[in-house]
């Protein structure tokens, strides 16, 4: 069975620009969450989406913002990215009530 | 709001002593819990979740924690280290209804000095 899986892997991008992240879930997972994670502020949540809906939502400001297609996969995008947007991305998914399995990530650097 | 504490950002133990990470939750209602690991540049692994069935929880790799409701903990142990442990671990916690996201503490580093 597939796990979770994000692409791409690596990503540079430079001050002011855009990124577009994807994730897979597992097959028959409807519920994908994304998650940001720094040395400093550790594993902090961004949103969730369920059946293409946004369901739950962390405390980021608006330049980060996600989709959830109808075969469940899901995309995040950063729009002018600043320095302190350099981290890991994990997404997340899993059945409703269930543990989260979680991609790679995709570590993003800002420069 | 649910949360979780774990105490000591780095956990230092010898090969083959016993590995103790402390997780402390705060919820009024005993909440679904887990233990992930984390590799370095890598995502994170189940190593064991408590859903209200046996308060002992065993999970991969020889971890198991104890949910213990009088003192809110869930507190993950190893009886011998092994220098494959050597990781970060995540205590995380969610709510019964299941349509709420992982909340996580902050991590423990942990070292297995030879």
């Known amino acids: 069975k597939a796990g979770v899986t994000q692409t791409p892997r690596y990503l540079i991008k430079t001050r002011g620009q855009q990124v577009t992240l994807s994730c897979s879930p597992i097959?028959?997972?409807?519920?994908v969450s994304w998650y940001q994670q720094t040395p400093g502020q550790g594993l902090q949540f961004l949103f969730e989406?369920?059946?293409?809906?946004?369901?739950n939502k962390g405390n980021f400001p608006g330049r980060f913002s996600g989709r959830q297609f109808s075969n469940s996969r899901s995309e995040m995008n950063v729009s002018t990215l600043e320095l302190g947007d350099s981290a890991l991305y994990l997404c997340?998914?899993?059945?409703?009530?269930?543990?989260?399995?979680f991609g790679q990530g995709t570590r993003l650097t800002v420069v | 709001a649910q949360s979780v504490t774990q105490l000591g950002s780095h956990v230092s133990v010898s090969e083959g002593a016993l590995v103790l990470l402390r997780c402390n939750y705060s919820?009024?209602?005993?909440?679904?819990l887990f233990w992930y690991v984390q590799y370095p540049n890598q995502g994170l692994q189940l190593l064991l979740k408590?859903?209200?069935?046996?308060?002992l929880v065993k999970g991969i790799n020889g971890f198991e924690a104890e949910f213990k409701k009088s003192e809110t903990s869930f507190h993950l142990t190893k009886p011998s280290a092994h220098m494959s442990d050597a990781a970060e671990y995540f205590c995380?916690?969610?709510?019964?209804?299941?349509?709420?996201?992982?909340?996580f503490g902050k991590g423990t580093r942990l070292s297995v000095i030879a």
């Open positions: 997340a998914s899993r059945r409703e009530g269930t543990e989260a399995f």
């Open positions: 097959s028959g997972h409807r519920s």
């Open positions: 989406y369920f059946s293409e809906t946004q369901r």
């Open positions: 919820s009024s209602v005993p909440p679904y």
């Open positions: 408590y859903t209200s069935a046996a308060t």
């Open positions: 995380a916690v969610m709510g019964l209804s299941g349509n709420t996201p992982l909340v």
